[in-house]
């Protein structure tokens, strides 16, 4: 698909966390009522992704290279010992470099493996026998894991409970934005909100959103909410 040249630089701002809430919360929306939009950010996401891959094979290639001319300097009877030694830190500094390259191309990548091991399938509200609840249709259908019935049917409500369930979906959907948008409507005296806030931080792991993951999951442990283990764990990894 053909990417407009006005929508590169929105791209690029929105993936690099260089836009303020409100512009970020608008570019998502945009994503999720523009499927050309969003067809075109998806196109220009797996771009940047192989260029990062092609780098990152470039680089394993240098260190083959770099291993067999440090074998060959081994190897040879010194005739210039400033010009070795000169060679030698150089290869170093090069293996340096590259190892550092390498283990933030690999970070990122991981990001949403992290996310993934760290989200919980919720079981979804319990289902009444005695009498019919508002919320029955949606959670029958919701484990059942279908997930478009139930997302029609928890869209007649209007309700904090509502729009949990929808973002859940949403992500089980892999249409993470509109998981993010909906999660972000929670507010904060929902019953809902501290778990909306964690589910958060993952997604936007899986958006290599990492400084936004961040902020969340520190506030989860500072505040020992019920994810705060989990949120500590995290943080921990994001360190290495």
Do not use: C
């Amino acid at each position: 698909m053909n990417i407009e040249e006005k929508n590169i630089a929105l791209f690029e701002n929105y993936l690099s966390h260089e836009m303020d809430k409100k512009s970020m919360l608008e570019f998502e929306a945009q994503l999720i009522y523009d499927s050309d939009f969003k067809n075109q950010f998806e196109s220009f996401k797996s771009i940047e992704s192989g260029i990062k891959e092609h780098y990152a094979n470039e680089l394993k290639q240098k260190f083959s290279e770099i291993d067999i001319e440090l074998d060959k300097t081994l190897n040879t009877k010194p005739k210039n010992n400033k010009v070795i030694w000169l060679s030698s830190v150089s290869v170093a500094a090069s293996i340096i470099l590259g190892v550092f390259i390498y283990q933030h191309f690999s970070n990122q990548l991981t990001m949403p493996q992290l996310a993934q091991e760290n989200w919980v399938q919720d079981e979804g509200l319990p289902v009444k026998m005695s009498s019919k609840g508002k919320y029955d249709d949606a959670m029958n259908a919701y484990k059942l894991e279908k997930w478009d019935l139930a997302l029609s049917e928890l869209n007649k409500i209007k309700s904090d409970t509502a729009t949990y369930y929808a973002g859940l979906i949403y992500f089980d959907k892999k249409e993470y934005q509109a998981s993010i948008t909906l999660l972000n409507e929670i507010k904060l005296n929902s019953k809902y909100f501290d778990d909306a806030q964690f589910r958060l931080a993952l997604l936007y792991l899986m958006e290599n959103k990492i400084s936004f993951a961040r902020q969340i999951l520190q506030k989860q442990v500072k505040n020992n909410t019920i994810n705060s283990h989990s949120a500590k764990e995290i943080l921990e990894k994001l360190k290495t």
